[in-house]
């Protein structure tokens, strides 16, 4: 843990001290570089998850969104976001140095590397929740904001050495807040803009089902991801450590305690157990482990977890009460479990439980993240939906925005003729 908050203590000086500060083993490099190729994997995961629970006229554009919210986030966080989160920070607010860095070495470009892919990651939790009725172009201006800005600005509070979160001693080691309550809260805000889908409530105000396509793609989704959070916490020691060991550990625990949760809850009010919730169960558990991964006993991490994905079910009932269509159920399992993970990160500190200075630091914490990245997001939001467009004509939602958006389909062979017909597809887009 020394080496990690060490490592990123000296991000905040000029690049051409880091190597005369600290020499990186060669061995330390391997393991980022690896961990950050488990995170990049995380992409598929989601993209599997997310357009399994969405429906077939709608699966390339899911998919869509996700290859390329990677893409664009990943150049807006190198040219942007990485010297806003980790430049030379003297106000304890803002990162003023390492914009599109050019120049460095292996230590710089490790984090570099690494961060790259927890920017993506923050970006494309909103997708998920916004499916079947975004505009294309809209979600990834929306993207380029929150990799460039939203999230860098949160992360620099939090994890560069001179943030005003970090040295007041908040914990979240691996970014349970700091990406994934804030994707969450990103998410919540995009689906108060942009609204429901078309047929999700009746006249009366009702909830109606409506079922993804490919449940077979929500479960592989979810192994996938499971697989990349090794990365995603173990790599957070920023280097070939010991401690990978326990964080790994508590990491599998606590995902398979956030399975048992979820489904201990539908059981409890003698519900179906869903496949689909399960399997969200367990990423809420892995997303509640992820700020006190390093920190915790196992036994804790098992309650964290449990606790985590019991709250997906009440987390999405209460959306739908609120007329909100979350459709893969992003804000329960990234913003609760990664609100509720960083303060179990608080009461559950290896050496010092319940100690109310640091619970008070992790609640200050969480109140910020929220107050941050949902009214930023709900502002830029609304404006993307007054200039480029957000919600997708009516017309293009029913006929499915695979054909309206990108003129494909992932399932041409049951799809009715006209909608794949080269004519209508690039007409739809002019269309009322």
């Known amino acids: 843990m020394e080496r990690r908050a060490i490592f990123f203590a000296l991000l905040v000086v000029p690049v051409p001290g880091l190597a005369d500060t600290l020499e990186y083993s060669g061995a330390d490099v391997v393991w980022v570089a690896i961990a950050a190729a488990l995170v990049f994997l995380m992409q598929a995961g989601f993209a599997l998850l997310e357009s399994g629970l969405s429906r077939a006229k709608n699966a390339i554009n899911v998919v869509m969104k996700n290859y390329m919210d ?11 976001g990485f010297g806003l989160m980790f430049g030379a920070n003297p106000s304890g607010w803002v990162g003023q140095s390492l914009f599109a860095p050019s120049q460095g070495d292996s230590d710089l470009w490790t984090l570099l590397l690494f961060q790259l892919m927890f920017a993506a990651t923050a970006a ?36 560069n050495g001179n943030g005003w979160l970090a040295r007041l001693g908040f914990v979240d080691f691996a970014g349970s807040t700091v990406v994934h309550s804030v994707g969450g809260w990103c998410a919540l805000a995009g689906i108060l803009v942009v609204g429901p889908r078309l047929g999700r409530f009746d006249n009366q105000g009702q909830a109606r089902e409506i079922r993804g396509h490919n449940l077979s793609f929500v479960a592989l989704g979810g192994f996938l991801l499971w697989f990349g959070w090794f990365g995603f916490n173990g790599g957070s020691t920023v280097g070939a450590s010991v401690d990978i060991a326990l964080i790994n550990l508590n990491t599998q625990l606590a995902a398979a305690a956030g399975a048992l949760g979820a489904a201990l809850y539908r059981l409890l009010t003698r519900r179906p157990v869903l496949l689909t919730e399960t399997v ?80 008070t630091v992790q609640l200050l914490g969480i109140v910020v993240a929220f107050a941050w990245a949902f009214f930023v997001a709900l502002i830029l939001y609304m404006v993307v939906s007054l200039t480029a467009g957000l919600r997708a004509p009516p017309l293009h939602e029913q006929r499915g925005l695979d054909v309206s958006e990108h003129a494909e389909l992932g399932y041409p062979e049951f799809a009715q003729p006209h909608l794949y017909d080269a004519e209508v597809a690039d007409g739809l887009e002019t269309r009322p």
């Open 70 to 80: 990677l893409c664009v986030g990943t150049l807006a966080f190198w040219a942007l």
């Open 124 to 159: 494309t939790i909103a997708s998920g929740a916004m499916a079947e009725r975004t505009r294309y172009l809209g979600y990834l201006t929306g993207a380029v904001v929150i990799t460039g800005v939203i999230y860098p600005l949160f992360g620099n509070w939090a994890w």
């Open 280 to 359: 969200n169960g367990s990423l809420a558990g892995l997303v509640g482990i992820t700020a006190g991964c390093a920190t915790m006993v196992p036994g804790f991490a098992v309650l964290t977890g449990l606790i985590a994905g019991l709250l997906v079910g009440p987390g999405s009932r209460m959306l739908l009460s609120l007329k909100l269509d979350d459709v893969v159920s992003a804000v329960p399992v990234h913003a609760f479990a990664g609100a509720w993970g960083t303060l179990a990160a608080g009461l559950f500190y290896s050496g010092d439980l319940f100690d109310p200075q640091r619970i």
